[in-house]
């Protein structure tokens, strides 16, 4: 048997946990942290294959918490996919350039982010 991709998702918003689980969970096992700091403990531990993470949220905003997935040794080489409300160009920018390999845009539908998800894992 093939062994299933891990997905973690970071976001604060219960809503886009709950859709996100919803679409993947066929395909991928899910992991979901509620803010930055969780995400990058879970990371750390679980070394999941990709990460879905938002860019605005409370504490550590998106945008920090891929600084510190890019930091540590342990977690610099899982691809992080950006996901955010706004199609702003300078975050998509930003985002590349700490590291992050995709930018999916709020709301998505079940077909953008399943295609989005199987370009980085195959």
Known sequence: MTRRHKILVIDDSPLILRAATEILK??????????????????K????????????????????????????????NIPVMLVSGSESVEEQERGRKEGAIGFVK???????????IANILH
Do not use: C, N
């Open 45 to 76: 531990r679980d070394k999941p294959d990709l990460v879905l993470l938002d860019i605005v949220m409370p504490g550590l905003s998106g945008f920090e918490t891929l600084v510190y997935l890019k930091a540590y040794s342990e977690t610099k």
């Open 106 to 116: 709020k709301p998505f539908t079940p077909g953008e982010i399943l295609e989005s």
């Open 26 to 43: 066929e395909s991928y096992d899910i992991i979901i942290a509620k803010s930055g700091e969780t995400g990058i403990a879970i990371a």
